[in-house]
């Protein structure tokens, strides 16, 4: 049985050379691009796939024919040539099987491919309706998010628009006391020149009197309280300056977000109304690669937090800063008024001990004479109580002396030896204190002295001091600024 395409008569009629290499057969072709099937020829009468690019390609096998040698030649007719009875079944290169089966493999291909196609358009049909709900789903989801941001930043903008309001009230709050500071700052500077003058004239008191009395005391004590009244105003007066410029700088902060959130609002509402059949909508090709954006939900909310955070730890201190300048103002007033009465009372008081001051120095010099003659006598018997313990230190030390003079092992350190240098060391020892006993003696001997010559000397400048308390200095201390001028408000 011969099969289409295959003439074997006249193959082995005109035996000619055959190149090396040639293209296989269709069927060859085939069976190689399935790769799961035998091979199985197909004859040339069937039809072939309407693409054939896409169904075949290169078979792995090239088949190919033994070349003609001699050895070939040289055979006999006989050996050469097979009976013609038998070229079929020699030649034949297919079974009725392998035919059978070639036609259920195309079958079976076919039925994949057709099933394969047709879970494809389902599978198509499906996706395409899944795109749609997923896009629009999508848009939805946008646009909530887009109307939630308009929501968020009118939350935001509302916060803003009512810390700007509270911020600007509390900054004319905050002007109108500094304004009163610095009148009340003014009006220190007359009590301070009327204590400096007490203190000038008080220094022309002569001799004793020229001491730092409870009345000098108390000047000095008015000075510094003016001036420490004058130095909290003026730190006070540098604060509130500096707590307005830090206002003025949180009020731009508040103005500059709430602009920037009235242009994102004004934006943010356009694209939330924007749908797929509004006007002005078109491609921008590239625009989800563009990331122009600086900021997060949580740093964009923590950005305008922090500025009404500021804004209101700068109000809370502009308005405690309000509170320390009107209780500063009042405590400064009542301080230089009790120190000016304070200095009046001192005034007065030395001006009644002054008077009765010569009969106390006489006194008290009679009694510090009487001290001066007591220690004498104490520093005179301290100085032979001195002397007296040379002896003994003479005879321990002469006793040491000899005992080292003992030959050999008699140098022993017995109990006599130590009980001796205990003897030394305890007589240095007493002799170190008196010593020291009389140094102190002899310093409050010389206190003693010096206090007699203060007290002699200060019985004759009682009448100038006198002069100089109650005529000059109290003469000038009549007026006082008032209260109400002393606050700032006049």
Known sequence: MELAGSPLTATYAHPRSTPTKFLPAISTMASSYKNRFPYYPLPQSFSLPWM??????????????????????ELTPSKMLPFVSNRTTLFTRYTPDDWYRSNLTNYKASETSRHNAERLRVDTSRMIQDKYQ???????????????????????KSELCRELDEMIGETNALTDMKK???????????????AQECLLHREKRMGIDLVHDDVEKQLFTEVDVIRSCQERMQRYLDKAKAQLASNRAAQHELERDLANKQAAHRIDDKCHHLRNTSDGISYYRGVERVDATISVPESWAKFTDDNILRSQSERAASAKLRDNIENLLV?????????????????TNRIAETADAKSKIQTHLAKTLQEIFQIEMNIEAVRKAIRDKGPPLKVAQTRLDERTRRPNVELCRDTAQLRLVNEVHEIDETIQSLQQRLRDAEDTLQTLVRAKSVLEHDLAVKANSLFIDQEKCMGMRKTFPSTARLVGYV
């Open 331 to 347: 405590v400064t007033a009542n301080e230089m008024w009790r120190q000016f009465n304070a200095v009046n009372v001192a005034f």
């Open 52 to 73: 054939p690019s896409a169904y075949y390609k290169t078979a792995a096998i090239n088949p190919t024919l033994a070349p003609f040698s001699k050895s070939s030649q």
């Open 180 to 194: 009163r500071l610095e009148r009340a700052l003014a009006e220190t500077e007359a009590p301070l020149q009327v």
């Open 134 to 156: 997923q896009t629009k789903k999508t848009q939805v989801e946008s646009t909530k998010n887009l109307g939630d941001r308009v929501n968020d930043i009118e939350f935001w």
